[in-house]
């Protein structure tokens, strides 16, 4: 349920897909990411897609790779958003090579820091969301929350949702005629969860060093 008091300070979130398709390809890790906005909205969230792959997001751990590098860009979306969405699918059992390029770019993060040493990152919400039909979601979602936490970003009471198929599955999660309950129910409770923590940081900033 909508806690309209809460919703009055407006949120937002950016939601970085690590599919490997390009767009316009359908993509189940661009289908729960927006789930995930969805939800976020009923609590006072906007937010916005960036599937990585469609940029050229240069391999590195710098914040600016230089020429023709898309990643600042991004950055700077992250940078005016309260809460990052990072959905990944699954292969060969790890995240996607995408979204690894993704935490090795925030690790540039780390260096960042505002005027009382605080990451510049720290007070924003950092969720997952992973797909795939093989095993690998409780390890994925483990990888990304220990990274993400490194970084800075502050991971919420169950900040992460995924969907399996059974293994040796061939459905994918957008082939799926409608969303299982168990995943509904996480990916809400997941969105109820990180707009909270994202007031009460905004509201209530960590101690600088």
Known sequence: ???????????????????LKPSPAPSSSDLMARQI???????G???DVVRVVD??????????????DAWPGIREQLMAAD?????TPTWVGHMSSVAQRVLERLDGELSETD????PLVAGKVAVTAVVGNEDGAHKITADLFQGLDDIGFTIPSQGGTYWNDEAMGSRDY????????????????LAENAA???????????PGS
Not at 115 to 118: A, K, L
């Open 37 to 43: 906005l969805e939800q976020l909205g009923k609590h």
């Open 83 to 87: 809460i990052l969405i990072v959905s």
């Open 115 to 118: 005027d009382s040493g605080r």
């Open 1 to 19: 349920m909508t806690d309209t008091a809460s919703s009055a300070q407006p949120l937002r979130a950016l939601a970085l897909v690590c599919s």
């Open 196 to 206: 909270h923590l994202a007031r009460v940081l905004k509201a209530n900033p960590y």
């Open 45 to 47: 969230v906007t937010g």
């Open 174 to 189: 957008l082939d799926l005629d409608e969303t299982p309950e168990a995943v509904a129910s996480t990916t809400a409770t």
């Open 55 to 68: 940029h050229d997001v240069k391999p590195g751990v710098e914040i600016d790779l230089g020429e023709g």
